[in-house]
Nanobody
Framework: QVQLVESGGGLVQAGESLRLSCLGSGFNFDIYDIHWFRQPPGKEREWVADGSRYGRAVFAGSVEGRFTISKSRGDTNTVYLQMNDLKPEDTAVYYC?????????WGPGTPVTVSS
């Protein structure tokens, strides 16, 4: 059974960093691309980043240069979203997503609040 669980969100001040984790089960991140989205308060969900199975990453312009994606090096099937120099406009619930056998799978999300 495919499942995703995000963690690592919290309340930080502008300029600080957070690392979000996406723990996957029922599949292997080595052979699937991962996608990160976020939903700011009162707004629609928006795309943040793609991390390909081949190690390449693409980011939305609003986070380019501040966010990076990496994979765990141990036995855990985990992908990380490192978020640096956070801004109040990064405040949102963050979700990881994969497309597995044509179906979208989402985690429950982890909230990030950035105070000014």
């Amino acid at each position: 059974q495919v499942q995703l669980v995000e963690s690592g969100g919290g309340l930080v001040q502008a300029g600080e960093s957070l690392r979000l984790s996406c723990l996957g089960s029922g599949f292997n991140f080595d052979i699937y691309d991962i996608h990160w989205f976020r939903q700011p308060p009162g707004k629609e969900r928006e795309w943040v980043a793609d991390g390909s199975r081949y190690g390449r990453a693409v980011f939305a312009g609003s986070v380019e240069g501040r966010f990076t994606i990496s994979k765990s090096r141990g036995d855990t099937n985990t992908v990380y979203l490192q978020m640096n120099d956070l801004k109040p406009e990064d405040t949102a619930v963050y979700y990881c997503n994969i497309i597995y056998e044509g179906a979208n799978f989402w985690g429950p999300g982890t909230p990030v609040t950035v105070s000014s």
